[in-house]
């Protein structure tokens, strides 16, 4: 059964890097969408992506955050310069239509910023 | 005011009973989805109702959706030790974003 898949499965990385996370959506979907989850606290949206730009983004995805679809297959988050607080769980969803339709997630990403 | 609450935050049954969960929501929905997550991994789907259906069952799972009470709940019945894990209700407000309610931690004591 195909199946969203997620790079990597854990990150360390140090306050003020860059990191990106990796996923690749089911292929034949065409919606893709990133949540994240701080330890203890809700499965919280950050953005949707659709023929290759942002149709919504809630309030967390700032300035700091941006999404890119670089090739056929993989759909990544790039948080520019890490603070503490993006600690969390980061998952990759996908979906075939946007219409209120089941979206699939990811194993997901877990990221710790020291 | 929050969109998607579970209730109760935390159950503990006997293998072989049935659990029974309840999520509660604020705002018109066009579907709500019930997923799991078993520690520390990734959300598993379980169950969409579409906002014009009442009831709806997938294997042990019975999904009720109530939308005069803003409400639904989600039935397991003959629960086994596989099934803990948590689980979350997550509504459809619009077409793509999914609001995810705190979940409740199911416990299946053998």
């Known amino acids: 059964e195909p199946e969203v898949t997620q790079t990597p499965s854990h990150q360390v990385t140090q306050m003020g890097q860059e990191v990106i996370l990796r996923c690749v959506p089911i292929s034949n979907h065409l919606y893709f969408y990133w949540y994240r989850q701080i330890l203890g606290q809700k499965v919280e949206f950050l953005v949707s992506?659709?023929?290759?730009?942002?149709?919504?983004k809630s309030e967390i995805f700032d300035d700091q955050f941006s999404v890119e679809r670089p090739d056929g297959s993989n759909f990544t988050l790039k948080i520019r310069s890490t603070k503490l607080e993006d600690s969390a769980m980061y998952f990759c969803?996908?979906?075939?239509?946007?219409?209120?339709?089941?979206?699939?997630f990811g194993p997901g990403t877990r990221l710790l910023v020291l | 005011s929050q969109q998607g609450e579970e209730d109760p935050q935390a159950l503990s049954i006997q293998e072989g009973e049935n659990a029974t969960m309840n999520c509660s929501y604020k705002t018109s929905i066009n579907n709500l989805q019930w997923y799991r997550q078993n520690s520390g991994r990734g959300l598993v789907h379980l169950i969409l109702?579409?906002?014009?259906?009442r009831e709806k069952h997938s294997g042990r799972l019975r999904v009720t959706l109530d939308t005069s009470k803003k409400s639904s709940s989600l039935l397991i019945t003959a629960s086994r030790a596989a099934d803990t894990a948590s689980y979350f209700c997550a509504t459809a407000v619009r077409a793509q974003k999914l609001v995810f309610g705190q979940g409740t931690r199911l416990t299946i004591n053998p």
């Open positions: 109702i579409r906002s014009n259906e």
């Open positions: 969803a996908s979906s075939v239509s946007g219409r209120a339709e089941t979206q699939y």
């Open positions: 992506f659709y023929n290759n730009e942002i149709s919504e």
